[in-house]
């Protein structure tokens, strides 16, 4: 009698296990989708309870095998994120509609072609993106409408991996949102006055940006950096104007004064270093921005009876200009795809171009003046545009102390962040400081120690009270430009010239 309830025992456990095996594991692969196909609720997320439910019936019918799929399935199997590519082409090649019931048809199908491919065990699942998330199923039903009709995909902005995978991949063009206008627009909040130079910088740098959104997705771009010179008198916004550039476009920048290179092989600073530290720094960056800062400092010296440094460092940069590699301790940096973009005050041309009538100074305005200045044909060959700055006038002086990354807006800043107080000038006192920095002829910049002057007993003040506002007057502008009148003399010529060591 025991041994026969143990048989039955036994029997008893293999039949609950066999049932058991049959409800958890599919006999047909194409089961797998009950277990893995999110439904796509109202709110767009995918939940708990709706993820394990049954895929729908009314799913529409997809073509029998045919050499779409196989192209389908050759690249959702082979290459990274192709999918997004692969799914778009394979339903309008076969003119099905972009919605949840045909992807989970497709999905079912793609799922079932893995398991007959690999011994019954699904790769990936390739519609995750498109199925769980709403917002993410919107985007690709725009993209698969244009792969469609031919049309134009607009990227929102960085960081979204479905726009990410398409913008890598796709072969159709994408509308970039900085647009020329763009790019201006948000420069003149930082720089005022020179609305033509800006505009002329920011078609550069919106060709730019086309180019490597082309190089991202593995495509040839329709030409190389058009490398730039800006010129113009010192403080006009030279500098400024590329640094706030850099943070519009968020690509790298690799800020470089000529006046601290020496040639390649010798004792100091040189190009290649540069280049070194600055890749170390961003991970080898492909795209970047380099800005030599006083590049005039480079002209040559004719008849100097001694080696030309700055002849031999144009040289140096001329290989880089055509996208050739820089080479550092045996390391080789690709820089074929980085924008240079030079500066230079070239005083010696101030007032060339000016004539009676116009009141702003200029410098460089063509290739033929920078040669003249003392640079090689062929390195000035490399750049394709020379955008001239203007000088300041009183007017645009005050635009620019109003803007937001002057001394003034600063000071406000601080005020406000230090100690809750509201920092104001008026009408009179900002006027006073415009002279004041427009008879240094060092723009905005030479502001900063007159500020710190008038400034320095209203720090202790706030420090001590806090809150409320301050409002400073021509009363309390005029002493210290009084004083810096005074203090301002002519300097006798030096005994001997300054040399470049």
Request: proline share 5%; aromatic share 8%.
């Amino acid at each position: 009698m025991t041994n026969l309830y143990k048989i039955a025992l036994c029997r008893l456990v293999c039949v609950s296990i066999l049932i058991l095996g049959s409800k958890i594991v599919p006999t047909n692969p194409g089961e797998l989708d009950d277990l893995s196909t999110p439904v796509l609720p109202s709110n767009g997320k995918s939940s708990g309870a709706t993820a394990s439910a049954a895929a729908p019936t009314d799913l529409p019918e997809l073509p029998k095998d045919s050499e779409n799929f196989k192209i389908l399935m050759d690249e959702v199997s082979n290459t990274k994120f192709k999918w997004c590519k692969a799914i778009a082409r394979y339903l309008a090649d076969s003119g099905l509609a972009f919605d949840e019931s045909t992807l989970q048809k497709l999905k079912v199908k793609v799922l079932n072609e893995q398991c007959a491919r690999n011994g019954g065990k699904p790769e990936k699942n390739v519609f995750s993106y498109f199925l769980e998330n709403k917002e993410m199923f919107e985007r690709g039903s725009k993209f698969a409408s244009g792969f469609k009709e031919d049309t134009a995909v607009e990227v929102v902005g960085p960081g979204k991996e479905l726009e990410t995978a398409l913008a890598l991949y796709v072969d159709i063009p994408i509308k970039l949102v900085l647009t020329p206008a763009d790019i201006t627009e948000r420069l003149k909040t930082f720089i005022a006055g020179q609305d033509r130079a800006l505009e002329s910088l920011s078609v550069l740098a919106h060709r730019y940006m086309c180019n490597k959104s082309l190089i991202e997705r593995k495509q040839k771009p329709a030409g190389r950096p058009n490398h730039c010179i800006l010129t113009g008198p010192t403080g006009c916004g030279k500098s400024e104007t590329l640094r706030q550039l850099g943070n519009i476009l968020d690509i790298p920048i690799l800020h470089i004064n000529a006046r601290s290179l020496t040639d390649e092989g010798y004792k100091g600073f040189n190009f290649s270093e540069a280049v070194s530290n600055f890749c170390i720094a961003h991970n080898k960056p492909e795209f970047a921005i380099v800005v030599v800062d006083e590049v005039d400092k480079l002209a040559t010296k004719k008849d100097s009876g001694t080696k030309d440094f700055g002849q031999a460092i144009q040289r140096v940069l001329l290989s880089c200009l055509d996208g050739n590699p820089v080479c550092k301790d045996k390391i080789s940096y690709n820089v074929n795809n980085w924008w240079f973009v030079c500066t230079g005050a070239f005083s010696s041309l101030k007032g060339l171009h000016d004539d009676d009538d116009c009141e702003r100074s200029t410098t460089a305005k063509t290739h033929e003046d920078v040669i003249s200045y003392g640079f090689e044909p062929e390195f000035v060959g490399r750049f394709s545009e020379i955008i001239s700055l203007e000088g300041h006038t009183l007017e645009t002086i005050l635009g620019v102390i109003n803007k937001e990354a002057s001394p003034l807006s600063q000071a406000k800043s601080e005020f406000k962040k230090f100690y809750n107080v509201d920092l104001s000038f008026d009408d009179k006192a900002l006027r006073l400081l415009a002279e004041s920095s427009l008879k240094i002829g060092l723009g905005v910049r030479s502001l900063q120690p007159v500020l710190n002057e008038i400034l320095r007993p209203f720090y202790t003040t706030a420090s001590v009270a806090g809150g409320g506002g301050i409002t400073i007057t021509a009363k309390e502008v005029s002493p210290f430009i009084e004083k810096m009148k005074r203090d301002t003399k002519k300097p006798q010529s030096c005994a001997y010239p300054h040399m470049y060591i």
